[in-house]
């Protein structure tokens, strides 16, 4: 009698233990979960984003009143609103009638043909604007390229080479006798500011670009999230710029805020 309640201790305790360790094996895996579900979620909250709209205080929308053509035709440029609408022709730009040194803007813009070419010229010294023939771009200024993503495919079949030296996606980099140290990635030459990541859409979807420009560093938001920049601009003060160059595109809700 002894021996069989002996033998029934024995068996109990066997089954408490396997309980026990299949409940601390199940614990396991859920903590494994968890920690793995955390550790993506924290990788989600810390992708840099910042859709910028300018819309508060010492905000400014630009419309038809704040700008002047540099050396394109009358009807190059046609405003409705706070939207201006480019036939890309002749090649120029659009200027504004202020200079800028410190400032932050926002402007939202879209391709109406596959493969259009076009941009924001950032701190365009007046000497590059003074006489500036037709059909001619600034000599001068840091481009934000406004570039369809069917240009590649354009450039290469034009060409006959590999599309290695610029991208689609916001390429930051200095105009003629402008510079500026454009931060990594670098295109291949090491002139231009290369996107860290693809998040612009190809036409005729609207695009969102953010960009800050203080102190001679500038930096792009494209559709939220932080790509390309660049420091120690010279010079890092003058007009905005609207790129008309061959193709047909939109710009709309300008908006800029001085900085100090």
């Not at 614990?27 to 494994?32: I, P």
């Not at 006489?131 to 354009?154: C, F, M, S």
């Not at 953010?210 to 930096?219: C, F, H, L, P, S």
């Amino acid at each position: 009698m002894k021996t069989c309640r002996s033998r029934i201790f024995v068996l109990l305790l066997s089954c408490q233990s396997f309980a026990l360790q299949s409940v601390l094996n199940h614990n396991g895996k859920l903590n494994a979960q968890e920690s793995s579900a955390t550790k993506s979620q924290s990788s989600e909250s810390t992708t840099p984003f910042a859709r910028i709209e300018g819309v508060g205080p010492e905000w400014k929308t630009l419309g038809k009143e704040d700008f002047v053509r540099a050396n394109c035709d009358e009807e190059t440029w046609v405003w409705d609103g706070s939207l201006v609408h480019s036939t890309g022709n002749p090649i120029g730009v659009l200027r504004s009638k202020e200079k800028y040194k410190n400032l932050e803007f926002v402007g939202t813009w879209r391709h109406l043909t596959q493969g259009g070419n076009s941009g924001f010229f950032l701190w365009t010294p007046q000497e590059a604007l003074d006489g500036l023939a037709r059909n001619k771009l600034p000599g001068a200024g840091i481009e934000v390229q406004v570039l369809d993503h069917g240009y590649t495919e354009k450039y290469e079949k034009s060409s006959g080479k590999k599309a290695t030296w610029f991208t689609t996606h916001g390429d930051i980099f200095p105009v003629g006798k402008s510079k500026l140290e454009p931060f990594p990635p670098l295109s291949p030459d090491g002139s231009r500011s290369f996107p860290r990541a693809n998040h612009s859409l190809p036409s005729p979807a609207w695009n969102h670009y953010y960009v800050r420009a203080i102190n001679g560093e500038v930096r792009l938001w494209v559709n939220g999230y932080e790509v390309s920049g660049g420091k120690n601009a010279n010079p890092a003060e003058g007009y905005l710029c609207l790129e008309a160059e061959g193709a047909a595109v939109e710009f709309k809700d300008i908006r800029i805020r001085i900085l100090p």
